[in-house]
């Protein structure tokens, strides 16, 4: 049975661990080739056979935050494949270092904008003009609920990064909405990822004080983002655009004591 994108093509970045590896096995798994952008060159290499080899999976390294090197990822899709139906614009950062706006330097501050928020710039430049060519896509951007409410642990960088984007997001959904192009914000809560395990390792304290505000009482996992993402890349989303798509365990529409 035909999967939900068959014979489309998507590009993800971070496509190599946490929530965009977890969205690059669902593409495959649902009939899509794909464009897997990372820089971890190792993981990457094996992950393309993991999935059946090139003729589904293409690895390409790629800062994100270097223009030259996001257009060849989009390019070597197309390329490839044939089109770019489908960018997840995922790749980000939450180092330690950025902390309250009293603490955290503007060496700190800078790295997070480049790579949260500079990045999905690129993306969206470097996916536009295939997708405009053809007359179709979906561009999903990873924000964060921090993007539409206050974090209970102060990370200002990464907040202003994912405000940015989803703000981004709806500009980009509304301008190009005529034109076959749909654009939304995928608003993760908390998720089970090797960011939030290093967060956890670092100071389990930081990171309790975020379960505590997840009605649901614990943190999503890589796979039911995927499973949002997927919603969003395919047709059963046809009439969404320019949209905060939260998946967050209700935090957005909790009330909770502060401890």
């Known amino acids: 049975m035909p999967g939900r994108i068959q014979d489309r093509v998507a590009v993800v970045t971070g496509g190599c661990s946490g929530i965009g ?3 690059v096995r669902r593409f495959v798994a649902e009939g899509a080739k794909v464009g897997v952008g990372d820089i971890d060159d190792a993981r990457g290499s094996t992950l393309v056979e993991e999935l059946g080899g ?29 089109a770019v139906d489908i960018a997840f ?26 790579v949260n928020l500079t990045s999905v710039f690129l993306c969206c430049q470097a996916a536009l003009p295939h997708m405009l060519a053809q007359g179709r896509g979906s561009i999903i951007n990873t924000a964060s609920f921090v993007a539409v409410m206050g974090a209970a642990t ?49 100071d389990a304290e930081r990171a309790a004080r975020r379960l505590v505000h997840v009605p649901m009482g614990r943190f999503g ?3 039911e983002m995927a499973s949002a993402v997927l919603f969003l890349a395919s ?3 046809s009439f969404m655009t320019a949209s905060t ?4 365990g209700g935090i957005s529409g909790a009330y909770v004591t502060p401890l």
């Open 235 to 237: 047709d059963d989303s």
């Open 54 to 82: 090139p003729a589904v999976a293409t690895y390409v390294h790629v800062d994100v935050t270097s223009k030259e090197q996001v257009e060849a990822l989009f390019r070597t899709a197309k390329d490839t494949y044939g």
């Open 221 to 223: 996992e890589p796979e």
């Open 154 to 202: 102060s990370q200002i960088s990464y907040s202003a990064s994912k405000g940015g984007v989803l703000s981004m997001t709806r500009e980009l959904g509304v301008q190009f909405a005529r034109e076959g192009v749909r654009v939304n914000a995928l608003c993760p809560g908390p998720v089970n990822t090797p960011l939030l395990q290093k967060l956890f390792a670092a």
């Open 89 to 114: 614009n995922n790749a980000g950062i939450s180092p330690p270092e950025d902390a309250s706006i009293l603490d955290t330097d503007l060496g700190a501050w800078r790295r997070v904008q480049e």
């Open 21 to 23: 590896l977890a969205t």
């Open 245 to 248: 798509f939260l998946v967050d």
